[in-house]
């Protein structure tokens, strides 16, 4: 059975940085993307980072140049690098491993920006 689980959310003051980590158990083949999503309170969920099997990575506008995906395929490991974090970054991440033929979701984790 595969498990997805997040760690690396908290809580930081506007401008500081947080390392998201998402780390996949049990047998996973033909991974084809690995990418964070995000949702806030009210909001739909949304795509925040994605990188692909041929390590074509897209992000959200908002946060182009402040975020950094990345991912380790040997340990089945993505990894959001978060800079310059906005109060508006505020949600549950959740990390989502799409195979062919299916796609997996991590728990989520929280994330809080705010002073």
Known sequence: QVQLVESGGGLVQPGGSLRLSCAASGSIFNIYAMGWYR???????????????????????????????????????????????????????????????TYYWGQGTQVTVSS
């Not at 980072?49 to 959200?60: E, H, L, M, R, V």
């Open 39 to 101: 949702q806030a309170p009210g909001k739909q969920r949304e795509l925040v980072a994605q990188i692909t099997s041929g390590d074509s990575t897209n992000y959200a506008d908002s946060v182009k140049g402040r975020f950094t995906i990345s991912r380790d395929n040997a340990k089945n490991t993505v990894y959001l690098q978060m800079n310059s974090l906005k109060p508006e970054d505020t949600a549950v991440y959740y990390c989502k491993i799409s195979t062919v033929g």
